[in-house]
């Protein structure tokens, strides 16, 4: 039984998987919407759709992973995986609809390309590829930034308002900073740089 599961195993890793998520070449800027989707899995194989066909390409030429989150206020955060390789742009794999919105189901997607990636390149030797997460410290820090003074603008002027005035219309004001502060600072939180290993995905960026 034990030799079944093994092989039954083996062959599930083996199998072609394809997962409906967008996908990008290089290394960051700002699309205003995605148009390439589909990536997979195929073996040894990561492949990946574009406007003029497949890609593909083998794991033994991923040097790293890097994860991150993006957030839009009053909708959530979304998912992003830039995978770099040796010898071309990196791929980055967003959960994210086409125009940048989070999805519930396309993070449940995320969440299990995530792993069966992960679980194809864990079979490397350990120095092959590097596994890190979140942003800069110069961005955390521009965010940090932005958000106390968001906090002053939207929720500490409006309190200020609501004493001094009685007007009630402020309750709304300041319900929609507090969430977009709040909403950001736990964005700051999960994308504090580290590195992780294979086995170990920060859940907090499986969105």
């Known amino acids: 039984m034990g030799r079944q599961g093994a092989e039954a195993g083996t062959k599930a890793a083996d199998e072609r998987r394809r997962y409906e998520l967008f996908v990008r070449r290089g290394r960051g800027g700002i699309a205003l919407k995605h148009n390439d989707e589909g990536v997979g899995l195929d073996g040894g194989l990561l492949f990946w759709s574009t406007q003029t066909g497949e890609v593909a390409r ?22 992003a995986c830039a995978i ?18 989070p999805d ?25 590829v590097r596994f890190s997460s979140g942003v800069s410290e110069a961005r ?7 958000l106390v003074i968001m906090g002053l603008l939207m929720v500490a002027l409006p309190l200020v308002l609501l004493a ?20 950001y600072f736990n964005w700051t939180q999960k994308n504090a740089p580290r590195v992780y290993e294979p086995d170990r995905i920060p859940s907090d960026l499986m969105p």
């Open 104 to 128: 519930a189901e396309r993070n449940r997607t995320y969440r299990a390309f995530l792993e069966d990636l992960h679980r194809g390149l864990a079979e490397r030797p350990p120095s092959a």
């Open 164 to 183: 001094m005035t009685g007007e009630l219309s402020m309750l709304g004001v300041i319900a929609v900073g507090g969430a977009f502060v709040w909403g």
């Open 58 to 79: 083998s794991l033994a030429e991923v040097t790293g992973v890097h994860l991150s989150t993006g957030h839009v206020a009053r909708h959530g955060d979304f998912g």
């Open 84 to 101: 770099a390789f040796s010898a071309a742009a990196p791929l980055v794999v967003s959960s994210s609809t086409a125009y940048g919105y």
């Open 140 to 146: 955390i820090r521009f965010i940090q930034v932005m």
